[in-house]
């Protein structure tokens, strides 16, 4: 079964600092999806990043961006400039690209960000 | 365009009671999701509805959460009776129907409470 772990339970930056948040994950499938979710306090969670894992390139969004690194089975995060409005909780999600739609979560990653 | 919502977005309940939680998807969306992340814990999936049918509900922990999808529309999940282990934070998602690293779009989330 896959698993995705997220080492970090709690992490702080300040504001227009660069923050990583750590995500490992185990499967033994060839093609897989992962993703990065951002949910802000009583808000609902949003996509922030995917990532496709034949692809090699590292996915960037604005700011944001994966270092992904399949051999390895890392799938970090990267918050560049980082804003007040980034305080949130960010969960890790694997999905699988063969067998089922549903989505396998880390424990989330709580995001501080201090002016 | 609305987003996922659901109702209620709290809800504190006696053992032994009985809660039903509602989702609407977004328009046009197949997809249905339920998830739930007890404290602290990773967001586990529980269920997945393509239109009307159950997909998947291998998450489903046990006899005594029924959910239903009607119409392929809305969703309810239904837990009776409740004991203190189901408090946590239930998620609905939506998505489109077809292959790919499809965006799962998320309501805020049910907090349910069993005291």
Excluded at chain 1, 25 to 32: P, Q, V
Excluded at chain 2, 68 to 73: A, D, S
Excluded at chain 2, 94 to 114: D, I, K, M, N, Y
Aim: aromatic share 12%; glycine share 6%; hydrophobic share 35%.
């Amino acid at each position: 079964a896959q698993t995705v772990t997220q080492s970090q339970p709690e992490m702080s930056v300040q504001e227009a600092e660069t923050v990583t948040l750590s995500c490992t994950y185990d499967t033994s499938e060839s093609d897989y999806y992962l993703f990065w979710y951002k949910q802000p306090p009583s808000r609902q969670m949003i996509l922030v990043i995917r990532q496709e894992a034949y692809k090699q390139q590292n996915a960037t969004e604005n700011r944001f961006s994966v270092n992904f690194q399949k051999a390895a089975k890392s799938f970090s995060l990267k918050i560049s400039d980082s804003q007040l409005g980034d305080a949130a909780m960010y969960f890790c999600a694997y999905r699988s690209a063969f067998t089922t739609d549903k989505l396998i979560f880390g424990t989330g990653t709580r995001l501080q960000v201090f002016p | 365009e609305a987003g996922v919502t659901q109702f209620p977005s709290h809800s504190v309940i006696e053992k032994g009671q009985t809660v039903t939680l509602r989702c609407d998807p977004i328009s046009g969306h197949d997809n249905l999701y339920w998830y739930r992340r007890v404290m602290g814990k990773e967001i586990k999936f529980l269920l997945h509805f393509v239109k009307e049918s159950k997909q998947d509900e291998s998450g489903m922990p046990n006899n005594r959460f029924l959910a239903e999808r009607t119409g392929g529309t809305y969703s309810t999940l239904k837990v009776q009776p409740a004991e203190l282990e189901d408090s946590g934070v239930y998620f609905c998602a939506s998505s489109q129907l077809w292959t790919g690293p499809t965006e799962a779009f998320f309501g805020q989330g049910t907090r349910l409470t069993v005291v």
